[in-house]
């Protein structure tokens, strides 16, 4: 968590609460840092079998 956290410019502990589903929706600010540091595209993290059956809510 501290390379993530040191790679993104994101506190240590902002990552231990999105690992550990306290933060269930850390914005798209932080998801870009995350991608960022990890050097992949945000459509590259959302590209994944875990976001296919993730029902859209509508307020």
Known sequence: MNVLANSTGISPSTI????NA???????VSLQKICDGLD???REFF????FDHIEQEIK
């Not at 231990?16 to 690992?19: A, C, E, R, T």
């Open 22 to 28: 306290k933060s269930q929706n850390p914005g798209i």
């Open 40 to 42: 992949i595209s945000l």
């Open 16 to 19: 231990y609460s999105m690992l």
């Open 47 to 50: 590209n994944s079998e875990l």
